[in-house]
DNA sequence: GACCAGGCACATC
DNA sequence: GATGTGCATGGT
């Protein structure tokens, strides 16, 4: 039943908005950066940290970490929290070439749950930091959550408001097939749908595309 | 000028 | 365990 209404919003997602081809990075690396940069951030204010980074060559574990404070912190400037962000680059810098060599293969050869666990252990890495790098750097089957994924499928009641990140994340997980690319998409079209409708407040928003719906059992057309 | 954005750690109750 | 707060830039 849930499995058919998430099915539903999938392919309504999808014929909306098609495919979003995440994540839009040259590099493994590069998407574990962008992930750490774009907390609580908008993804235009991440690019141009990105490139300033990039500009330098400076997309590199050793040659990023081995980089002072002051000049990450200069570099990344635009994506703001440039301090705490740097210190975070850092610790996860430090955790990848001390225990993997800055190798994204061994890395990524650590199994599922032992993996996230190591993952949540580096400070400035939390739950979606977490299964960002999981899903969208190493390609695991982990559904991603975020901000809007929580205000939208609270509005539309499938989930109960206030609701914690492992809650709704198991929403997903138990009622979805794990699919590594499934999970890419259905994310990221989340994310398309937050960023045109879903802000806290948006008028647009009571024109979702998930709205109206006679069959699959949402029925909201107007939210707050 | 206010509000918001693809969070997280830490303090306090 | 829940709730509040600091962190900061750039776009609307």
Redesign the pocket.
């Known amino acids: 039943m849930i499995n058919r209404q998430l099915q539903s919003i999938y392919r309504r997602l999808y014929s909306r908005f098609g495919a979003q081809k995440?994540?839009?990075a040259d590099s493994a690396f590069e998407?574990i950066v962008?992930?750490i940069l774009?907390?609580?951030?908008?993804?235009?204010?991440?690019e141009?940290a990105l490139a300033n980074l990039k500009k330098r060559r400076l997309l590199q574990p050793r040659r990023l970490y081995a980089l002072p404070d002051e000049e990450m912190?200069r570099l990344i400037?635009?994506?703001?929290?440039?301090?705490?962000?740097?210190a975070?680059l850092k610790s996860f810098l430090k955790f990848f070439l001390d225990g993997y060599g800055g190798s994204i293969q061994k890395l990524s050869a650590v199994k599922l749950p032992l993996l996230r666990e190591r993952l949540?252990a580096?400070?400035?890495?939390?739950?979606?930091?977490?299964?960002?790098i999981l899903l969208?750097a190493l390609h695991k089957p982990v559904f991603v959550i975020?901000?809007?994924t929580k205000?939208i499928f609270s509005r539309h009641r499938l989930i109960r408001e206030?609701a914690?990140?492992d809650q709704v994340q198991e929403l997903f997980t138990r009622n979805l097939k794990n699919q590594e690319r499934f999970f890419n998409e259905y994310h990221?079209l989340i994310?398309a749908l937050?960023?045109n409708y879903?802000?806290?407040?948006?008028p647009k928003c009571g024109g979702c595309p998930l709205a109206f719906s006679r069959n699959s059992g949402i029925m909201l057309s107007k939210f707050t």
């Open positions: 995440w994540w839009p998407v962008g992930a774009t907390q609580n951030t908008g993804w235009s204010n991440v141009k912190a400037r635009p994506a703001g929290y440039y301090n705490i962000k740097t975070r949540l580096v400070k400035g890495i939390g739950p979606e930091t977490a299964d960002s969208y975020d901000a809007y205000r206030g914690g990140y990221a994310v937050g960023k879903c802000a806290k407040t948006n």
